[in-house]
């Protein structure tokens, strides 16, 4: 019963982009603030980006900032997260998560106590 299933991870070279999306089921996104974390080996997860449910405000890691849009698409039930320019230092596993709430906040923490979590998808960047 996967509730949020990440996709449009890949290989890509240095400087190419991808579009990850996570999409849910069994909820509506349109109420839930989601976020976007990546994990790479021997790291720990960091968050990356997030879109609030109300108005759609954004955040964004510093090291991807410029370089990364969030954006959601309640008709698909559908967050994606646009990352162009990529570096090999953007390779890790990118998990979603959802929470019931209206705004973001800064912390963007990976120990929230997040309603739903996804299983992830993979980024490698690499020539």
């Known amino acids: 019963q996967l509730q949020l299933v990440e996709s449009g991870g890949g290989l890509v070279q240095p400087g190419g982009s991808l579009r990850l999306s996570c999409a849910a089921s069994?909820?509506?996104?349109?109420?839930?603030?989601i976020l976007w974390f990546r994990q790479a080996p021997g790291k720990e997860r960091e968050g990356v980006s997030c879109i609030s449910s109300l108005h759609s405000s954004t955040n964004y890691a510093d090291s991807v900032k410029g370089r990364f849009t969030i954006s959601r698409d309640n008709a698909k039930n559908t967050v994606y997260l646009q990352m162009n320019n990529l570096k090999p230092e953007d390779s890790a596993r990118y998990y979603c998560a959802a929470l019931r709430a209206s705004f973001c906040t800064n912390s963007m923490s990976p120990n929230g106590k997040y309603d739903y979590w996804g299983q992830g998808t993979q980024v490698t960047v690499s020539s």
């Open positions: 069994r909820f509506t996104l349109s109420s839930y603030v």
